[in-house]
């Protein structure tokens, strides 16, 4: 998902307008006085009772992918058909699909899930604009709070598969990679849809982030890039499995032990 994208798409230019302000907005507010430091303990409870209703519809879904990607894409241009067939196949395969529940990338999701009988969920955050749902959703859930729903993305979802878009796209992919280069998440498949689109950010990566010592060799092995819906999904599948496999086997030898 891509906020600023999605901004855009509906032609909400220039800056935002201030006349209401989001829940992330106030949260991120600079410290103005006792009072605002008051209403941001308080604030905590907001925040909490948002990862208990997350929580409480997100676990309902089963396994599941997320899609990201700018909401600007066309539904004639090919990157969306191509992310709707990589959302049917997977659908197919038995995976939900979690998507930011708008325009664009996210819509061409959500709609080949329904295509393939695939629970479809949109996780949709408050803006100073109005934000429409794409009509594609069996579950939508709206949040708040950037860093709530960010979460729902990761904890309810085996893989992300992201396709060409914005910096919000951007966010999730690195956010993605920190997490798995972290190990705060493990066997977490990334899959970037698009070789041309996302070509210069590789070499990038690799003759100077690579190239400088920053991350290692290995850390590049952490994406799959691609532009067959077929051979994501693969990547996925046999992913998953092998993690199920993987757990069995520790489950099995746990209580051999």
């Avoid at 990566?205 to 190239?211: P, V």
Wanted: hydrophobic share 40%; net charge negative; glycine share 10%.
């Amino acid at each position: 998902m891509d906020e600023s994208d999605d901004r855009i798409a509906k032609g909400c230019v220039g800056p935002l307008p201030h006349d209401r302000p989001t829940e992330d907005e106030r949260l991120l507010q600079g410290f103005g006085g006792l009072e605002n430091g008051s209403m941001d303990s308080w604030r905590v409870f907001r925040i909490m009772g948002e990862f208990v209703e997350g929580f409480e519809e997100m676990a309902q879904i089963g396994t599941a992918v997320s899609f990201f990607g700018s909401a600007r894409t066309k539904d004639d241009d090919p990157m969306y058909e191509a992310c709707v067939e990589a959302s049917r196949q997977l659908g197919n395969a038995g995976f939900s699909i979690i998507t930011g529940g708008g325009p664009g990338i996210m819509e061409a999701a959500n709609k080949g899930a329904r295509l393939a009988k695939a629970r479809s969920v949109g996780c949709n955050i408050e803006l100073p604009f109005e934000q429409t749902s794409n009509g594609f959703l069996d579950v939508s859930v709206d949040f708040r709070y950037f860093f709530v729903r960010k979460t729902m993305f990761v904890k309810y979802a085996c893989a992300f598969v992201i396709f060409p878009g914005g910096f919000g796209t951007m966010d999730e992919l690195f956010e993605s990679l920190t997490l798995m280069q972290t190990r705060k998440v493990r066997d977490f498949p990334i899959v970037l849809f698009g070789s041309s689109y996302w070509a210069g950010l590789l070499d990038w990566i690799r003759e100077t982030m690579l190239g400088s010592g920053k991350i290692s060799a290995e850390d590049l092995d952490l994406l799959l890039v691609t532009d067959e819906p077929a051979e994501a999904t693969a990547h996925i599948v046999d992913r998953h499995q092998a993690h199920l496999s993987d757990r069995a086997s520790s489950s099995g030898a746990a209580k051999q032990g």
